[in-house]
């Protein structure tokens, strides 16, 4: 099953809890409602339907899919507020050398996305922030067919307890926003990479790979947390605060709400400093229900 990041569009007002959060589906679609099976539209699937997700299994050459579905899509619709950032620097990651950033940005303009997500990663790996052997191919995978700016498939474990290769896919929707907001995407994604690693070699406090509705939210709160909180110095996204807005609209209302307060627990902290860093970013007072 999958992991997808979508960004839909949210209004900061109350949230009322989901059963789910957003599946597959296209931009400014509802969430579903109810549950969804293992080997169909797997928990948390961006997927319309269970026959969309195996068939997007048999194109991927699999017989089934793995043990475990969640789909985090990143995607949003234009935003004034985008123009009021777009001042100097607004593009700078401070995570990726300037010349790199520029290097992206032309291949980006090019429509040579492959090569700027290979770009992206080889210079990420450089710097420790990405262990490509982690990775299926070594790289994240352009997917023009995939909606919202990411997914990846859990892949399951080997008899000896460690993690098969993840595919990361990214979406078209990843490169509209610019690079931190692609970088933002693609380490999004990573870090579910990190999550499926077995628990002693993961840094995520809620590691694993399986069906269980509230790990795959937990996980999802836990990959937006890791965003907003290296908004600042490792994304750049700190330079859009209507992105840094955004994140936490996801985390919080899609993922958060439908949590209990066990289930809560081994993330508050991390969630409250994720609410509190969007707070300042963004200069607005945000919800947040511990």
Same mark, same amino acid.
């Given at each position: 099953?999958?992991?997808?990041?979508?960004?839909?569009?949210?209004?900061?007002?109350?949230?009322?809890?989901?059963?789910?959060?957003?599946?597959?589906?296209?931009?400014? $679609? @509802? %969430?579903?409602?109810?549950?969804?099976?293992?080997?169909?539209?797997? =928990? #948390?699937?961006? &997927?319309?339907?269970? /026959?969309?997700?195996?068939?997007?299994?048999?194109?991927?050459?699999?017989?089934?899919?793995?043990?475990?579905?969640?789909?985090?899509?990143?995607?949003?619709?234009?935003?004034?507020?985008?123009?009021?950032?777009?001042?100097?620097?607004?593009?700078?990651?401070?995570?990726?050398?300037?010349?790199?950033?520029?290097?992206?940005?032309?291949?980006?303009?090019?429509?040579?996305?492959?090569?700027?997500?290979?770009?992206?990663? $080889? @210079? %990420?790996?450089?710097?420790?922030?990405?262990?490509?052997?982690?990775? =299926? #191919?070594?790289? &994240?995978?352009?997917? /023009?067919?995939?909606?919202?700016?990411?997914?990846?498939?859990?892949?399951?474990?080997?008899?000896?307890?460690?993690?098969?290769?993840?595919?990361?896919?990214?979406?078209?929707?990843?490169?509209?926003?610019?690079?931190?907001?692609?970088?933002?995407?693609?380490?999004?994604?990573?870090?579910?990479?990190?999550?499926?690693?077995?628990?002693?070699?993961?840094?995520?406090?809620?590691?694993?790979?399986?069906?269980?509705?509230?790990?795959?939210?937990?996980?999802?709160?836990?990959?937006?947390?890791?965003?907003?909180?290296?908004?600042?110095?490792?994304?750049?996204?700190?330079?859009?605060?209507?992105?840094?807005?955004?994140?936490?609209?996801?985390?919080?209302?899609?993922?958060?709400?439908?949590?209990?307060?066990?289930?809560?627990?081994?993330?508050?902290?991390?969630?409250?400093?994720?609410?509190?860093?969007?707070?300042?970013?963004?200069?607005?007072?945000?919800?947040?229900?511990?």
């Amino acid at each position: 099953m999958l992991f997808d990041r979508e960004r839909n569009n949210h209004e900061e007002t109350t949230p009322s809890p989901r059963t789910a959060p957003p599946a597959r589906h296209d931009r400014g $679609a @509802e %969430a579903p409602t109810g549950s969804l099976t293992q080997f169909g539209a797997g =928990d #948390g699937m961006r &997927a319309d339907t269970a /026959a969309q997700v195996m068939s997007h299994w048999t194109e991927q050459g699999a017989s089934e899919p793995a043990s475990y579905a969640a789909s985090h899509s990143r995607q949003r619709t234009s935003n004034d507020n985008d123009a009021r950032h777009k001042g100097p620097g607004a593009d700078n990651v401070p995570d990726l050398k300037v010349e790199t950033v520029e290097s992206i940005k032309k291949l980006i303009k090019d429509d040579k996305r492959q090569e700027a997500l290979d770009k992206l990663v $080889a @210079e %990420a790996a450089a710097a420790g922030k990405i262990d490509k052997t982690l990775l =299926d #191919g070594g790289k &994240a995978h352009y997917d /023009a067919s995939i909606s919202g700016e990411g997914v990846v498939d859990p892949p399951g474990y080997q008899a000896s307890g460690k993690a098969e290769k993840s595919k990361v896919l990214i979406g078209t929707d990843a490169f509209g926003k610019g690079v931190p907001w692609l970088y933002s995407s693609v380490m999004h994604e990573y870090w579910h990479v990190r999550q499926f690693q077995q628990n002693k070699d993961s840094p995520s406090k809620v590691p694993g790979q399986g069906s269980d509705r509230s790990l795959i939210n937990q996980q999802e709160v836990e990959a937006y947390c890791w965003e907003i909180m290296n908004a600042e110095k490792h994304t750049g996204m700190d330079k859009h605060p209507d992105q840094v807005k955004e994140a936490w609209l996801r985390l919080y209302n899609n993922y958060w709400v439908a949590l209990t307060k066990d289930q809560r627990t081994p993330l508050l902290d991390k969630a409250t400093n994720a609410h509190k860093i969007a707070e300042k970013i963004t200069g607005e007072k945000l919800t947040f229900v511990a």
